[in-house]
């Protein structure tokens, strides 16, 4: 069954240290993957995408991730959390069989000062 | 700047009411998508619509409709709203050409509560 798992509900972190956001998803052949943002009481907002181009994606507010194929993997990483960075993270999938899109269950990121 | 509104941040409901949630893009996306987020769950696809009166369920449609008369619009009817409908409620628009492989724009989100 296609799948998108989100390994940690909630992730706690100092200002200034790194953050990774783990996700893992079902094989599938060329997925796009995406991670978006939801701030309080905001609605969602892309970070990146990948769409099998480079494997390590760039984003916004200094955020990463790269696609490891042989994992499954699609994490999301940035070298020096900022406050601003508190918010939830999903991790979303587009299976091209069947045509479905799938959200991960989330991930709240805490930043400590 | 692209923009997706909903109607309401927060809407108080009776059990049994007829519940209607506005949605509207100025993007000129023809894709637009009703989700329902709850804690734990993510995001889950309600209806979504690829074109002006084209619709199709998505993954919870029970208990819902949606309406789309013009292409900026996309409306989500709650027949008869019942207590497991209260939720936070996403719409979503994005461009034509991948489906949903495209990037979403998303609205803030309207928090409903039924009693």
């Known amino acids: 069954a296609q799948s998108v798992t989100q390994l940690d509900s909630h992730v706690s972190v100092s200002e200034g240290t790194p953050v990774l956001l783990r996700c893992n998803y079902s094989s599938s052949y060329s997925p796009s993957l995406f991670w978006y943002v939801q701030h309080p009481n905001k609605g969602l907002q892309l970070l990146l995408k990948y769409t099998s181009a480079a494997t390590l994606v760039k984003g916004i507010n200094g955020f990463e991730a790269e696609f490891k194929k042989s994992e499954t993997s699609f994490h999301l990483t940035k070298p020096s959390a900022h406050m601003s960075d508190a918010a939830e993270y999903f991790c979303v999938v587009f299976y091209n069989q069947g045509g479905k899109l799938i959200f991960g269950q989330g991930t709240e990121l805490s930043v400590k000062p | 700047d692209v923009k997706v509104t909903q109607s309401s941040r927060y809407l108080v409901k009776r059990t049994g009411e007829k519940v209607f949630l506005e949605c509207v893009q100025d993007m000129d996306h023809e894709n637009m998508f009703w989700y329902r987020q709850d804690p734990g769950l993510g995001l889950r696809l309600i209806y979504f619509s690829y074109d002006v009166k084209m619709k199709e369920k998505g993954d919870i449609p029970e208990g819902y409709s949606v309406s789309r008369e013009k292409k900026e619009r996309f409306s989500l009817i709650l027949e008869s709203a019942s207590t497991n409908q209260t939720s936070m409620y996403l719409c979503?628009?994005?461009?034509?050409?991948?489906?949903?492989?495209?990037?979403?724009?998303f609205g803030p989100g309207t928090r409903l509560l039924v009693l």
């Open positions: 979503a628009s994005s461009p034509s050409g991948g489906g949903r492989r495209e990037t979403q724009y």
